[in-house]
Nanobody
Framework: QVQLVESGGGSVQPGGSLRLSCEAS?????????MAWFRQAPNKEREWVAA???????SYADSLKARFSISRDNAKNTLYLQMDDLKPEDSAIYYC??????????????????????WGQGTQVTVSS
């Protein structure tokens, strides 16, 4: 099993920044997992945000790569998402996810939610003036 616990969400004004964290634990977790962030706004489908592999190779949704940065600390089993210049349309529940199959992330990597077997409970991000 893998447990994923997100934190760091909250309310912020447009143009502000937030840093989300996701702590992973459990017998099945390893640093070889591909980790990712997704988000879901009300009445919308879950949307992939970014992904990272064990060597910190990354990939981003095209519309977000200029403002968001994914990273991980393998020693702490923790995934991060730095979000800058936030906009109201970034408001959503943000989820971290783990793909235990591992593998590599490359610039053209574009996963779907079904690629990930483990999910956190989500953390709410609200961007509003």
């Amino acid at each position: 099993q893998v447990q994923l616990v997100e934190s760091g969400g909250g309310s912020v004004q447009p143009g502000g920044s937030l840093r989300l964290s996701c702590e992973a634990s459990g017998d099945a977790y390893s640093v070889h997992c591909i980790m990712a962030w997704f988000r879901q706004a009300p009445n919308k489908e879950r949307e992939w945000v970014a992904a990272i592999d064990k060597d910190s190779a990354t990939s981003y949704a095209d519309s977000l790569k200029a403002r968001f940065s994914i990273s991980r600390d393998n020693a702490k089993n923790t995934l991060y998402l730095q979000m800058d210049d936030l906009k109201p349309e970034d408001s959503a529940i943000y989820y971290c996810a783990a793909d235990l199959r591992g593998g590599h992330v490359w610039i053209g990597y574009r996963p779907s939610p079904g690629d990930f077997g483990y999910w956190g409970q989500g953390t709410q991000v609200t961007v509003s003036s």
